[in-house]
DNA sequence: ATCTCTTGATAGTAATACTATCAGTTATGC
DNA sequence: GCATAACTGATAGTATTACTATCAAGAGAT
């Protein structure tokens, strides 16, 4: 599976394109893991130097701060969704059964290949999951995102939600809402993700706070994704 | 309408009560203020000491750091607006009209008497409004949330979030997903309204990037809400 | 052999996020 | 009315962060 190939980025999300050197691929992949770890506000470019034995002023020629490399592997993540996305949806002639792969995608279930240990150069998809669901709205949730998003820095996300969008209206071509619909079950899978993990009492799946994941509560989250989409796709009151 | 007196807040909120002083009111009022103008990551306690013309030590007397700030200005908004909605929902005897309410005062609709200009001593529920549709997410999507939640921070919002589940079964007591549903139309509300605001193309509403917000947009972001709540709530596939 | 590109290494700056100290002022108890 | 405690202002200082600048060394291309 070629990364490269396959995720083409906007150039604006880079000072010098990261997969172009073999130090650039090691801070994408690297300063993942680290975020992933100890969280996107405790990232310091100073860290993610020592950690791949380089140093700070190696970084700043590859991203101007930490800030645009989070919303980097955020958007390579909003590409590499969107691939799947495609792909898997490739040959479902139902609507239905293409929606039922978009959920499943957001909580990254039956992604076989990348589930367990990425292999050489792959970066972590299970980890870069992780940053998306806690750190993602980070991107975006900022004062200067008019600015961002006259950049396009966004666009990976939007593209998603188009997509997604698309898939509701071969599904219900009369559906007011595809777009709001779209964005919002992206956002509600995240955050019934978050909660389930954090604060269980917010959901109604989870038991303890910091569980380890556990199969049958992202089974149950997946229902409740499923009936909420298909509730409102099914409905006639709008 | 006696702030102080409606909104008695956890103690482990802050070093200080703001609310016992003079000082403290004025670092709440005004911290909401230039939180909501400049943002929560450019806000410094040395530009709000400035602004209300005292010291950054003391400010520090008051709130450990300003991400404690932040969790304080939220649950105190989580506070009002469960007070809120216990008074208005008070004599409404059919559910499903508390259920609008709920979603009216999600985006603050009708909420006359704090609308526009906030007199004297009151703190600025517009403003404040703001903060949390842009900056409420970055006070539990946190490393340390699992510590904080352990003091109770987040506790008024799981208040809010238990009192709407449990309007959401009187409506329909059957209904196996309360307090998700609860917490997820809460988090869609903000990220609907943000989004229209700002990233119009991921919504049905709004047309152009930091548009004013106008009363016919919210009205379509509203009817949205209200499709993708009953539309759940009325439907028999689970 | 030279030129370019990249990184390493070191240094330095401005701002941030605090902590400590102490003096003056005000409120409180008695 | 007086002693004491509580609070704020004012100043100073530290560690860390978020960068920017410079220069030399090595690697690869021409």
Redesign the pocket.
């Known amino acids: 599976m070629e990364y490269t190939v396959l995720v083409r980025m906007n150039e604006k999300l880079f000072l010098?394109d990261p997969e172009?050197?073999?130090?650039?691929r090691r801070i994408v992949r690297q300063g993942i893991l680290l975020m992933a770890d100890i969280g996107f506000?405790?990232?310091?470019?100073?860290?993610l130097a020592d950690r791949i034995?380089?140093?700070?002023?190696?970084i700043?020629?590859?991203f101007?701060?930490?800030?645009r490399l989070l919303v980097y592997v955020v958007a390579w993540y909003w590409q590499w969704l969107e691939y799947q996305l495609i792909f898997q949806t490739n040959n479902l002639p139902d609507p239905r059964e293409k929606l039922e792969r978009v959920l499943k995608l957001l909580l990254l279930k039956d992604v076989s290949s990348f589930s367990s240990q990425p292999v050489a150069d792959e970066l972590d998809i299970v980890a870069l999951h992780g940053i998306v669901i806690r750190e993602a709205s980070k991107a975006y949730l900022t004062r200067h995102i008019t600015e961002d998003n006259r950049q396009q820095l966004f666009k990976p996300y939007k593209d998603l939600c188009s997509r997604i969008a698309g898939i509701i209206l071969e599904y219900r071509p009369d559906y007011p809402f595809a777009r709001s619909r779209a964005s919002s079950i992206i956002e509600t899978a995240h955050y019934q993700a978050f909660f389930m993990q954090n604060l269980p009492s917010l959901t109604d799946f989870g038991s303890k706070p910091n569980e380890t994941p556990s199969p049958e509560n992202d089974e149950r989250l997946l229902r409740f994704l499923q009936h909420l989409l298909f509730s409102s796709l099914e409905t006639d009151t709008f």
Chains 1, 2 share one sequence.
């Open positions: 010098r172009s050197s073999e130090l650039g506000e405790e990232m310091t470019f100073r860290k034995n380089t140093k700070e002023a190696s700043y020629r590859y101007e701060n930490k800030h």
